[in-house]
Structures are given as structure tokens and as C-alpha cells.
């Protein structure tokens, strides 16, 4: 590349000309001093990390990434392409590309909000959907055709990105469900009205799902990515100045959630019929990161935050080739978990802060219940208060024990009333078979 951020700089220049109406002499000859968001450090690492990952590799994949701060919007990095002298055209603004299962928190969202936990359950399995008043039939595949056959949690569907999951869900909230999260979460391409749209199907850009994903990591707040935040002519007169005008669009309580659940892509805890999708990354990280994958037969993404940054990565081909080369697979995750980490370098390791009306417990992250002494794997996960579970995990107890050997002292109230930790399954049936 021959400058700092050609693509950030097309960006800026950009705005100038169509939304703050500046014409490129003012913008050449006026003296004028343009304060922008960039974060030379964090820049640098990009441009660094996608000459060593792709460019040194030889490989001919594209790319696109960007970076903001989720609590002020400020876009701290962006890279639109491999080569901008080859191709100015901005992969992170411009294109619009399939965003694979990095869609799914959106869908899961909408259903938090209707009344999943996640601690909810639903069976993984080969399963056909009649629709179109049954004329019409989808089935969708796990990866490698891999699935529990048997009933799983929806924090353990996130974090091993079960695919039939996701679609049961979809057909559970009905489809204007994810049109409508799509909107809530301000992207400015439209999510379409099919049973696949789960699966990231509809096309996005790159800056959008960045902005959608801020609204997890800042607790639910509609904030603009930023580029300029002050415009001074000669003298240092203000002739613009950005002012933070983030809205509260999201239930805190419910983004707390999600993102706890999204920690869940880097938690062997979570394995089941396939390992969690931040596994093959595991070992670069060394903070608290909430994160999903996501793939299509032409694309590679990865897109996550920690308390202080949020980034997203898109890896593919500008002419839709399919990605059949093993390094395809895993460049995106390389080149997120290697940004993250040199960007945050010289920063303290932050925690999520948990909400205050969100209750911590230790789960059966496949059942969803109460985890026991006998569990052999347990994760602690954060829910909305009076949505925790209450029933205690019994599958993994011996013949001679029972859960009072177990717990002592503590009552089984299982028998509540609470839905928390039921099987949604067999209130999907009638669009099953």
C-alpha cells in the first residue's frame, strides 16, 4: 500500500463531499484541518497483519476489516482490499457479501426477547421444514453433517454454531422476526423472508455487521460509525463538530446475555458434535473476547469485541469462487484474533461487566439445568433475572445417588412452574416432519 489507510481516507473524503457537502477544492485548497477517528496503531496492525496472512501467503483471497471504539462509534482501522492501487474499491463499505452463521446473534436476540433463555433447548438433528403452507420443503446441514442427535442449549448452538438450531428458531418467531432484527440492529441492506435467512443467506456489508455488533459490547445502544469528529478552517474556527447521538434500542439485560453466551465461541466447555468455532484460534487468545464465526460456500467472516473494541473480518473472493483451499478456511479467524490482540496490546485485559438485573449459574451447558457434582462439564452463564434455571441437572447422577446426595441442603423446585430448561421441540412439531 502506498500510503497510511487509503481506504480510510476514501472513506473521510467521502463524507465530506455527500454529507457534509464540501467540494473537492474546499477539501484540497481550503486549509481546512480534518480531526479523524484513526488509531495509527491500530492501522498499522492491520495493514501489517493482512500483508503477512494474505498478500505473503500468496494467496489471492480479498479482504475487508474494521474497527470501532462500541462505546463512541470512533472507527479506529479499516482495510477495504489487499492492494489499493490494484483495487480502490472498499470491500468493507462497498460490497455486500453473505455473512454465514455471524447473522445468527441477530436472530437470537429476537428470540431472547421472546422468551429463550440460554438455557433453552431444542434437538440437533437432520430435520426437514415444510413451508409455504407446506408446499415447499428445506433442510439444512450442519457442518460436515455432524449433529447431537439429541437435545442441545442455545448458548452450546451458538458457541458450535449448530445450523438446525438456528433454523428451528427461525420458524419457532416466525420470519418477520429477523427482517425485524435486521432493521432494529441498522443494517442498510434488507434481510430476505426465507427459511435459509438463519444461516446468513441475505448479503450485508462489513461496516454494518461491525455497527450491529457494537450494540452487544456498549449495552444495547444505536451508535453511528464515526470518521470525523471535527472540521476547522484556517483560523480555527469549528465548522463541524460530531456530536454522540447513541440511542438505547437494545434491553441491556438481554445484550449482557448475548454476549456472554457469544464468550461461548472460545469455551471447550460448549463441544458436542462439533467443537466450539473459535477453537483452532484458541491458543492466540489471551483476553476476554465475545465472538462469532461465520461461513458460506464464498465467504469467511469473524466478528467479536472485548469491553473496549469491537472488529469485524471478511475474507473471499471478489468473483464469488467458492473457498475450497484449506488456508481459506481459517485466514479470517487468524488475521480477527491477531488484530484483536495487537491492538489491544498496551491496554488493560477488561472483563464483561455483568447487568445489574442478570443472575449468574453454573449450567449443564447441554442439558440447561442446574449443574450437580457429577456433571462432567459445567459453564457458569448469565441470566435475566426470574429466567434463571431452577431444575437440577439428573442425567449424569448414579443409580445409587439421587440429587439430594448430591446437593445438600438444596431442594430440587424443578417443579415451579418454570419453562426455563423445557425442550422447545415439541412445540415445533407441526412444521416438522
Known amino acids: 500500500m502506498t500510503q497510511t489507510a487509503p481506504y480510510f481516507q476514501d472513506r473521510v473524503h467521502y ?151 438456528a433454523v428451528k428458531t427461525h420458524f419457532f418467531l416466525g420470519f418477520d422476526a429477523l427482517i425485524d432484527a435486521g432493521k432494529q440492529f441498522g443494517l442498510s441492506t434488507p434481510i430476505g423472508s426465507e427459511p435459509s435467512a438463519p444461516l446468513g443467506t441475505s448479503e450485508v456489508r462489513v461496516i454494518d455487521m461491525v455497527k450491529a455488533y457494537s450494540m452487544f459490547a456498549n449495552g444495547g445502544r444505536d451508535i453511528a460509525p464515526v470518521f470525523i469528529t471535527k472540521i476547522e478552517d484556517p483560523n480555527g474556527t469549528i465548522l463541524y463538530e460530531y456530536e454522540n447521538e447513541g440511542v438505547q434500542v437494545l434491553d441491556p439485560d438481554q445484550a449482557f446475555v448475548m454476549t456472554d453466551m457469544l464468550t461461548g465461541t472460545f469455551d471447550p466447555a460448549l463441544n458436542d458434535h462439533s467443537s466450539v468455532t473459535g477453537s483452532s484460534v484458541l491458543d492466540s487468545v489471551t483476553r476476554p473476547y465475545a465472538a462469532k464465526t461465520g461461513s458460506t460456500l464464498w465467504d469467511r467472516w469473524m466478528i467479536g469485541y472485548s469491553p473496549q473494541l469491537v472488529s469485524g473480518v471478511w475474507t473471499g473472493y471478489d468473483d464469488n469462487s467458492e473457498m475450497t483451499l484449506a488456508y481459506d478456511n481459517t485466514v479470517a479467524k487468524e488475521l480477527w484474533v491477531g488484530f484483536m490482540e495487537a491492538a489491544l496490546e498496551d491496554e488493560e485485559v477488561a472483563e464483561f461487566v455483568p447487568t445489574e438485573n442478570v443472575i449468574k449459574v453454573e449450567v449443564d451447558p447441554h442439558t440447561g439445568k442446574v449443574a450437580t457434582k457429577d456433571c462432567p462439564v459445567t459453564r457458569e452463564m448469565y441470566f435475566v433475572a426470574g429466567t434463571e434455571p431452577t431444575e437440577f441437572c439428573q442425567t449424569h447422577i448414579g443409580e445409587d445417588r439421587s440429587i439430594r446426595d448430591l446437593l445438600p441442603g438444596k431442594k430440587n423446585d424443578g417443579d415451579s412452574g418454570s419453562d426455563s430448561g423445557k425442550s422447545l421441540f415439541d412445540r415445533v412439531v407441526d412444521w416438522i416432519f
Do not use: C, W
Open 15 to 165: 463524507i465530506l463531499q455527500n454529507q457534509l457537502g464540501m467540494t473537492d477544492r474546499q477539501i484540497e485548497l481550503g486549509g481546512l484541518r480534518i480531526h479523524t477517528t484513526l488509531n495509527v496503531k491500530h492501522q498499522e496492525a492491520a495493514e501489517r497483519l493482512v500483508k503477512e496472512l494474505i498478500v505473503n501467503e500468496g494467496s489471492k483471497l480479498q479482504v475487508a476489516l474494521t474497527s470501532m471504539d462500541p462505546e463512541t462509534g470512533y472507527v479506529t482501522a479499516m482495510v477495504g482490499g489487499t492492494d489499493y492501487v490494484k483495487s480502490p474499491f472498499n470491500r468493507a463499505t462497498q460490497a455486500i457479501r453473505q455473512p454465514g452463521s455471524t447473522i445468527k446473534p441477530l436472530l437470537y436476540y429476537a428470540a431472547l426477547e421472546s422468551g429463550f433463555d440460554p438455557a433453552t433447548t431444542m434437538k440437533s438433528e437432520l430435520t426437514s421444514f415444510r413451508y409455504n403452507d407446506g408446499e415447499d420443503v428445506y433442510a439444512p446441514h450442519n457442518f460436515n453433517n455432524r449433529y447431537s442427535n439429541d437435545e442441545i442449549t442455545l448458548a452450546q448452538a451458538i458457541g458450535i454454531s449448530d445450523n438446525v438450531f
